[in-house]
C-alpha cells in the first residue's frame, strides 16, 4: 500500500465513491490497535500473533506498533516475513511437522520455541543440531468440545505420550513447556480450564516443572449477533484455572492468537452481481475468495446490506440461497442466509469481522478473486 492511499471514512463511504465490482477488505488500524490493547493488558502473560490468520504487513506493523513481540509461524515464508518486519521479535516455530530444511531454516533464523507432538520429529530437531536451551513445547490435545471445529484431529501428543516427550525433552537440556489449541472461535471459557489441569497433571506425571506453558489461540471473534464474545472472561478464567492448577508452581504464561487478534478489525465488502428470477443470490465473492472459512465454521451474523447509494436495506429479511460467482457448486455459502427482502442487484453486502482467515486463503480460481484492500477509520457508521 503507497502512503499516497487515501485513508477512507468507513465501508459504506468506499461504496457510495467507488461502486466497487470486486471484493474489497477493508482494514481499520483503529479496530486492530484496540484488540491488541485489550489483549495486552487483559491476558495474563506474553500475547504472541499467530502470523497465518492474516499476514497483510499492514497488519503485522499495527500489531508492532501496539506491542507484540512475539509470533507464532508455521513456515520458512512467514519466519521471512516476520523478520523483515519485525527484526527483534520472539518466534515461536509452533506447527509440529517440519522437513528437515524447514528446520535447518529456523534454526538459522533463530526461532526460540519449538512445539513437538511425537517422537520422530523431536528426533528430527535434534539430529538437525537443535541445541539444548531451546525451549520445547510439547502439544497435546484432549477431546474437549466448544470450538468451532477441532483442531486435534491433526496434531497433538495423548496425555500419556505428552508426559513421556516432556520428560526426555527435560532430559535433554530443552527448556520443557507444554502447549495446546482448544480449537478455533472457541466460546467456551471451561476448554481452557479442562487444558490447563490437563497440563499441570502432565507436568506432575513427567516431575517437572514448567517454566512456561502455551495456552495456544482459539479466543473468539464477534461473529454472531448481539454483545461481542467476552475475553475478559476468559482471560479471568485462565488465571483462575492456572492458580488452581499449579499454585506455587505457576508457569509463565504465553497465548498465540490469530482469529481474536485480527478478525474485527476488517469488515468485508461483496456485491450482489446478480438475483436469479429474484430468488437466488449470487455474489461477486465466494468459497474460493475471501468467503472460504463459512462452510466449516458458520454463517457470519454480523452482515448488513446498503444500497448503491450507501443506504441500508431494512425490509424484514427472509432466507436465501447465496451462491458465489465461480462455474463449481461448491461455491455456496451454508444453509440460507437472512437478507432483507429489499435486497437488489447491485446492492452490497458488508462482513464484519472477517479479517482472519480470508484474504490469505483467496483464490483466483475461475478468474475471480480479484481483492483490494483499502484502509478506513472505522468499520461501521
Ligand atoms: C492457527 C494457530 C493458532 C491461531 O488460532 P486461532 O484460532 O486463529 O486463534 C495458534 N497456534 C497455532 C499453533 C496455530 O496453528
Known sequence: MELSDPIWASPREIIRARRPQHPISVFAPSALQATAQHFLHGFPGLVTYAVKANPEPMVIENLVAAGITGFDVASPAEIALIRSLAPGSALHYHNPVRSRDEIACAIAAEVTSWSVDSQSELDKLRAQGLVPGSEIAVRFKLPVAGAAYDFGSKFGATEAQAVQLLAQAAALGFRPSLTFHPGTQCTDPAAWDTYIRAAASIARAAGVTLARL??????????????APALDEIFARIDQAVETAFGAARPALVCEPGRGLVADSVTHIACVKALRD??????????????TELPQIGLLERIEVIA???????????????????CDSLDRLPGEMALPGDLAEGDYILFHGLGAYSGVTNTRFNGFGQLETLTAMRLTD
Open 278 to 291: 429474484g430468488r437466488d443470490v449470487f455474489l461477486n465473492d465466494g468459497v474460493y475468495g475471501a468467503l
Open 214 to 227: 502455551n495456552l495456544g489461540g482459539g479466543f473468539p471473534s464477534h461473529r454472531a449477533q448481539g454483545p
Open 308 to 326: 448503491p447509494d450507501g443506504r441500508p436495506r431494512r425490509a424484514p429479511a427472509y432466507p436465501r440461497v447465496v451462491f458465489g460467482p465461480t
